[in-house]
């Protein structure tokens, strides 16, 4: 079976653009996480989607949203990029029958010039 | 607010040993914690998952346990290999929303040969 897939894998941009990152589920998986992670915060969550509705939020501004598809499949967008944006954006899927295991896909690294 | 602690911050050891990496957790309301390997660059691979309920879990040399009464988790690892370098996470899921983890910093352990 597949693992979590993220597109693109790098991705460089300048500030005052906006990016959209892509995350495909494990085939099943309902459940889609996203998550940023700097070497000075460390991970933290974004935001969650559930069968295409965002089920919770993380402590991030506006400017970072997201959506799923009926397939399950998710995007993030930031607009009016900053440079603290840049990071590695982690997207994560889980299956409700395995006791919300969560399983990480390889994360896209953004970089904002 | 929940917050996760990790210690040490680095570990380095020689081929051979057995180890323990610590996690502890301020809000002993949880769902779940689960354990969580990270190579450079990379994305997470899920290690361990432990229920509020159990108290410990293991796959192969890998051994996790949990006292959530006192906020506290240990990752054993038996006979370490080089190839067991990389950085440990913990992360904790609070009731109510089980997909929201909460990481701690990490724990970079390196076997010497």
């Known amino acids: 079976k597949a693992g979590v897939t993220q597109t693109p894998r790098y991705l460089i941009k300048t500030r005052g653009q906006q990016v959209t990152l892509s995350c495909s589920p494990i085939?099943?998986?309902?459940?889609v996480s996203w998550y940023q992670q700097t070497p000075g915060q460390g991970l933290q969550f974004l935001f969650e989607?559930?069968?295409?509705?965002?089920?919770n939020k993380g402590n991030f501004p506006g400017r970072f949203s997201g959506r799923q598809f009926s397939n399950s499949r998710s995007e993030m967008n930031v607009s009016t990029l900053e440079l603290g944006d840049s990071a590695l954006y982690l997207c994560?899927?889980?299956?409700?029958?395995?006791?919300?295991?969560?399983?990480f896909g390889p994360g896209t690294r953004l970089t904002v010039t | 607010k929940q917050e996760v602690t990790q210690i040490p911050a680095a570990l380095s050891v020689p081929e051979g040993e057995n180890l323990v990496l610590n996690c502890s957790f301020t809000?002993?309301?949880?769902?779940?914690l689960q354990w969580f390997r990270q190579d450079p660059g990379k994305g997470l691979t899920s290690l361990l998952l432990?229920?509020?309920?159990?108290r410990e879990q293991t796959s192969g040399r890998l051994n996790a346990s949990l006292d959530k009464s006192s906020g506290r988790s240990t990752l054993y690892i038996a006979a370490s290999q080089p190839g067991d370098s990389a950085t440990y996470l913990c992360?904790?899921?609070?009731?109510?929303?089980?997909?929201?983890?909460?990481f701690g910093s990490g724990t970079q352990l390196t076997v010497l040969p």
């Open positions: 989607y559930f069968s295409e509705t965002q089920r």
């Open positions: 085939s099943g998986h309902r459940s």
């Open positions: 809000d002993s309301a949880i769902y779940n």
């Open positions: 432990i229920q509020s309920s159990q």
């Open positions: 994560a899927s889980s299956l409700e029958s395995q006791g919300l295991e969560q399983y």
């Open positions: 992360a904790v899921a609070p009731s109510g929303s089980a997909r929201q983890l909460t």
